[in-house]
């Protein structure tokens, strides 16, 4: 599970001209909640969040959220943007309480060079790279691992042969592939070009005309 700080100061103005003065500063209007508490509105630096956003994954790392001097352990669950400009406008944490399961989505990470790929000179089609599932706080990993070191040619994994760690319940359709050692396209498209019948006409054989000059056939 990865974690990571962060350091935030309540604020009690609210609307879009407190939002646009916060920003003028450097800060970033956030807020804060979660069933055992009351939404709280707090303003974040913008410099450390997109420090902090630039080496953790926002869906599943935990934030040590530090607020005047008390610590809370939260998700980032929403980040807001401007919608031309690289500028967060937003953010949402959700407080983490032991005991209490939360619904992330955790990327899948791929293990190994498939036999398929080795000897058969196919391709990794990764079709799934991230899996839904819920979880309590205190065991939710940061990556699900998936071997995929002895898929041949042909083969796939699905969602119901990931192996998940201890505390971990899968949300997505089990039938949902994951990955898949394809065919190269370029194969393909030779076998079906070999099997293909030749588009050649048929001779039409028609009966001689008589020569001139000779007598037409008794019958």
């Given at each position: 599970?990865?974690?990571?700080?962060?350091?935030?100061?309540?604020?009690?103005?609210t609307g879009k001209g407190n939002a646009r003065s916060l920003r003028r500063d450097g800060q970033i209007p956030?807020?804060?909640?979660?069933?055992?508490?009351?939404?709280?509105?707090?303003?974040?630096s913008a410099r450390d969040l997109e420090k902090l956003l630039s080496h953790i994954s926002a869906a599943n790392s935990v934030v040590e959220l530090a607020v005047e001097g008390t610590t809370s352990r939260a998700l980032i669950r929403e980040i807001?943007?401007?919608?031309?400009?690289?500028?967060?406008l937003h953010v949402d944490f959700q407080e983490l309480v032991a005991g209490?399961?939360?619904?992330?989505?955790?990327?899948?990470r791929l293990i190994g060079t498939p036999v398929g790929v080795r000897?058969?000179?196919?391709?990794?089609?990764?079709?799934?790279?991230?899996?839904?599932?819920?979880?309590?706080?205190?065991?939710?990993?940061?990556q699900i691992?998936?071997?995929?070191?002895?898929?041949?040619?042909?083969?796939?994994?699905?969602?119901?042969?990931?192996k998940v760690p201890a505390?971990?319940?899968?949300l997505d359709e089990p039938g949902a592939a994951v990955v898949v050692i394809a065919t190269p396209r370029a194969a393909v498209e030779a076998v079906?070009?070999?099997?293909?019948?030749?588009?050649?006409?048929?001779?039409?054989?028609?009966?001689?005309?008589p020569e001139e000059g000779a007598e037409p056939e008794k019958k």
């Open positions: 599970m990865a974690t990571a700080s962060l350091s935030a100061t309540r604020r009690t103005g956030a807020v804060i909640y979660g069933h055992a508490r009351e939404s709280q509105s707090l303003a974040v807001q943007r401007h919608p031309f400009k690289r500028v967060i209490e399961k939360m619904t992330v989505r955790v990327p899948l000897l058969g000179g196919g391709i990794i089609d990764h079709t799934l790279r991230e899996l839904t599932i819920s979880v309590d706080p205190a065991q939710m990993p940061s691992e998936v071997d995929i070191t002895d898929l041949e040619l042909g083969q796939s994994i699905h969602v119901s042969g990931v505390g971990v319940t899968v079906v070009a070999e099997a293909e019948p030749t588009s050649a006409e048929p001779e039409v054989i028609r009966a001689k005309k």
